[in-house]
C-alpha cells in the first residue's frame, strides 16, 4: 500500500510570513511528486511539481525533495490570505498503461490578515 | 488551457437509483481518471482509463462501473446507489508527457448525495 502522509492541520501563520508544508511517502521507488492547492468547494489545481532531490522554485513558492528521506515540502513565501486553503501532496507511481497519483489527506492552510 | 467538465455540479439521489456521472475533457488527453473525496479520507481513486474502452480499477472500485466509449467522454456509473456513495466526485485527465511531467487536471466536482 502506498501511502502519502500529511499533518492535516490547521496551519495558521500570519500575513507575510513563511509557510512550510511537509509530506513523507512510503514508497522508495517514487519518482515525482505533485503540490495542489483546493479552495473549500473548489477542485484541486496543480501548483507544481518536482522530481529532482533539492529545491524547485516558481514566484512565491518553493518545493523540496529529499529522496532519502522519503519527504517533500512545499514552501510559501510572504504568505497572503488569498493562499488559505488545503495543500495537497501527491505521488507518482506507475500503473497498467498510465501513471496514477496517490495523494496525502491534505494541511488545511489559514494565513491570517 | 486544459477544461475538464463535469455534468452536474450537485445531484440527489434516492438508494437504489441508478446514477450517471460524465466528464468531457476538450485537451485530447489519453487518461482519464475517477476520484471521489471525503473529509478525513482525502482523495481515492475509483477507476482509470488510459485509452478508449480501456479501464482498470483505482482502490475503490467497488459499487461503480465506468465507460468510455470516447477518448474526450469518461462515465461513472453507480449502478444501485447507497448513501455510503455520498460524496464529491472528481474527474481528471492527464496526458502521457512522460513520467514526470504528467499533470492531472480536475473538473470542478460533483456533489452526490444519496438519500
Known amino acids: 500500500q502506498k501511502e502519502v502522509e500529511q499533518n492535516s492541520g490547521p496551519l495558521s501563520v500570519p500575513e507575510g510570513a513563511i509557510a512550510s508544508l511537509n509530506c513523507t511517502y512510503s514508497?522508495?521507488?517514487?519518482?515525482?511528486f505533485f503540490w495542489y492547492r483546493q479552495y473549500s468547494g473548489k477542485s484541486p489545481e496543480l501548483i507544481m511539481f518536482?522530481?529532482?532531490?533539492g529545491d524547485k522554485e516558481d514566484g512565491r513558492f518553493t518545493a523540496q525533495l529529499n529522496k532519502a528521506s522519503q519527504y517533500v515540502s512545499l514552501l510559501i513565501r510572504d504568505s497572503q490570505p488569498s493562499d488559505s486553503a488545503t495543500y495537497l501532496c501527491?505521488?507518482?507511481?506507475?500503473?497498467?498503461?498510465?501513471?496514477?497519483?496517490?495523494f496525502g489527506k491534505g494541511t488545511k492552510l489559514s494565513v491570517i490578515p | 488551457d486544459v477544461k475538464v467538465t463535469q455534468s452536474s455540479r450537485y445531484l440527489v439521489k434516492r438508494t437504489g437509483e441508478k446514477v450517471f456521472l460524465e466528464c468531457v475533457q476538450d485537451?485530447?488527453?489519453?487518461?482519464m481518471f475517477w476520484y471521489r473525496q471525503d473529509p478525513g479520507l482525502g482523495l481515492r481513486l475509483i477507476y482509470f482509463?488510459?485509452?478508449?474502452?480501456?479501464?482498470e480499477k483505482g482502490d475503490i472500485p467497488e459499487g461503480y462501473s465506468v465507460s468510455r466509449e470516447k477518448k474526450e467522454r469518461f462515465s461513472l456509473i453507480l449502478e444501485s446507489a447507497s448513501t455510503n456513495q455520498t460524496s464529491m466526485y472528481l474527474c481528471?485527465?492527464?496526458?502521457?508527457?512522460?513520467?514526470?511531467?504528467?499533470?492531472?487536471?480536475f473538473g470542478p466536482g460533483t456533489r452526490l448525495l444519496v438519500l
Open positions: 485537451m485530447d488527453h489519453e487518461n
Open positions: 482509463s488510459y485509452d478508449v474502452k480501456m479501464k
Open positions: 481528471a485527465s492527464s496526458s502521457p508527457t512522460g513520467l514526470y511531467q504528467e499533470t492531472q487536471y
Open positions: 501527491a505521488v507518482v507511481h506507475s500503473g497498467a498503461g498510465s501513471y496514477q497519483l496517490t
Open positions: 514508497d522508495r521507488g517514487s519518482q515525482s
Open positions: 518536482i522530481y529532482s532531490n
